[in-house]
């Protein structure tokens, strides 16, 4: 569906065109058309391929979707692909933009996203003097209010490794830790494929043979591929705690098995000693010692409970139970 349609001249807005007057808009000198799309039908994109000369192949990439985030030239319209990555608990929610910048129009086509982006048009409607510079400076607010949305999503994922660092060491927890880590890790990991195919496709929009669109405004698209740098290093530093962590889980998990195993290898070495004691004097021997003492019973079970509590005492002393 349409969301707006608005044409603009030397930075300040001059009309909201019908589709079908968006021709007539872009013959004037000064002028460039701004037109947001959400989840567009194919009719939609047949007809903005029709009045601002779109690439087949970018537009049906459009239409498809599920793009991986890409940076490409058309002749003199840049097409760029970029995920909105959203925090819906317990999953992340991956959404798309697709823009289409031209000398003299942007076209931005959002699919499989709640988030707005009204808050975009109005920032650069406030500052005039940059929106002069035409479709490259709203490429370049349109990708850096993409690329901010990224912040509370790293911030939600710090937060829930935190809570999780704090039980590594809960008894009995290491098997529930572990589970939330790898789901983290795949949470991470979305955010990693939205992240780092736009760091690299971001760096020729600001260094080398920049595309003409760009021209003006390449110290713009420079501070998006710092924010994107940062965020890249941050999910980085995420994967290698979150891997150390689970290494510490699984490590946890074997102390607390071979804390178990000395438990029963202990209470086995004591009932063994029980064990001998009664095999030896339960043998049926006419001529075995003390058989005939009407003490033998009670000094026997007085040996076994002695030497029985003196390996336990023992045992206790080097934590083995």
Same mark, same amino acid.
């Given at each position: 569906?349409?969301?707006?349609?608005?044409?603009?001249?030397?930075?300040?807005?001059?009309?909201?065109?019908?589709?079908?007057?968006?021709?007539?808009?872009?013959?004037?000198?000064?002028?460039?058309?701004?037109?947001?799309?959400?989840?567009?039908?194919?009719?939609? @994109?047949?007809?903005?391929?029709?009045?601002?000369? @779109?690439?087949?192949?970018?537009?049906?990439?459009?239409?498809?979707?599920?793009?991986?985030?890409?940076?490409?030239?058309?002749?003199?319209?840049?097409?760029?692909?970029?995920?909105?990555?959203?925090?819906?608990?317990?999953?992340?929610?991956?959404?798309?933009?697709?823009?289409?910048?031209?000398?003299?129009?942007?076209?931005?086509?959002?699919?499989?996203?709640?988030?707005?982006?009204?808050?975009?048009? %109005?920032?650069?409607?406030?500052?005039?003097?940059?929106?002069?510079?035409?479709?490259?400076?709203?490429?370049?607010?349109?990708?850096?209010?993409?690329?901010?949305?990224?912040?509370?999503?790293?911030?939600?994922?710090?937060?829930?490794?935190?809570?999780?660092? %704090?039980? @590594?060491?809960?008894?009995?927890?290491?098997?529930?830790?572990?589970?939330?880590?790898?789901? @983290?890790?795949?949470?991470?990991?979305?955010?990693?494929?939205?992240?780092?195919?736009?760091?690299?496709?971001?760096?020729?929009?600001?260094?080398?043979?920049?595309?003409?669109?760009?021209?003006?405004?390449?110290?713009?698209?420079?501070?998006?591929?710092?924010?994107?740098?940062?965020?890249?290093?941050?999910?980085?530093?995420?994967?290698?705690?979150?891997?150390?962590?689970?290494?510490?889980?699984?490590?946890?998990?074997?102390?607390?098995?071979?804390?178990?195993?000395?438990?029963?290898?202990?209470?086995?070495?004591?009932?063994?000693?029980?064990?001998?004691?009664?095999?030896?004097?339960?043998?049926?021997?006419?001529?075995?010692?003390?058989?005939?003492?009407?003490?033998?019973?009670?000094?026997?079970?007085?040996?076994?409970?002695?030497?029985?509590?003196?390996?336990?005492?023992?045992?206790?002393?080097?934590?083995?139970?």
């Amino acid at each position: 569906m349409l969301i707006n349609c608005v044409a603009y001249q030397n930075g300040t807005k001059l009309a909201e065109p019908s589709i079908e007057d968006i021709s007539e808009y872009l013959k004037q000198p000064d002028c460039f058309i701004w037109v947001a799309l959400r989840d567009a039908t194919d009719a939609e @994109l047949d007809k903005m391929q029709e009045e601002f000369g @779109l690439h087949d192949l970018a537009v049906e990439d459009a239409r498809h979707g599920h793009q991986r985030p890409k940076i490409e030239e058309y002749g003199e319209t840049l097409f760029v692909v970029m995920h909105l990555v959203e925090v819906e608990h317990p999953e992340l929610t991956v959404g798309e933009v697709s823009i289409f910048a031209g000398r003299n129009f942007i076209l931005s086509v959002r699919n499989r996203s709640s988030r707005s982006l009204l808050g975009v048009r %109005e920032r650069c409607e406030r500052e005039p003097d940059l929106l002069r510079l035409g479709s490259g400076f709203v490429l370049y607010a349109l990708m850096d209010a993409v690329v901010d949305l990224y912040f509370p999503v790293i911030d939600e994922l710090e937060s829930q490794l935190e809570s999780i660092e %704090e039980r @590594l060491f809960n008894k009995g927890a290491a098997p529930t830790n572990i589970e939330q880590l790898y789901v @983290l890790k795949r949470k991470v990991v979305v955010l990693k494929h939205a992240v780092t195919p736009m760091m690299e496709a971001t760096g020729k929009l600001y260094g080398g043979r920049v595309p003409q669109v760009c021209t003006t405004t390449q110290n713009y698209f420079r501070d998006v591929y710092d924010h994107l740098s940062r965020i890249n290093a941050t999910i980085d530093a995420m994967r290698d705690t979150i891997t150390t962590a689970i290494l510490v889980s699984q490590s946890t998990v074997a102390i607390e098995q071979n804390v178990i195993n000395k438990q029963l290898a202990a209470w086995a070495a004591i009932f063994a000693i029980a064990t001998v004691f009664t095999g030896i004097w339960g043998m049926n021997f006419r001529l075995m010692p003390e058989l005939q003492w009407d003490f033998g019973y009670p000094v026997a079970l007085l040996v076994i409970i002695a030497v029985c509590g003196f390996l336990y005492l023992r045992f206790k002393r080097f934590d083995w139970l």
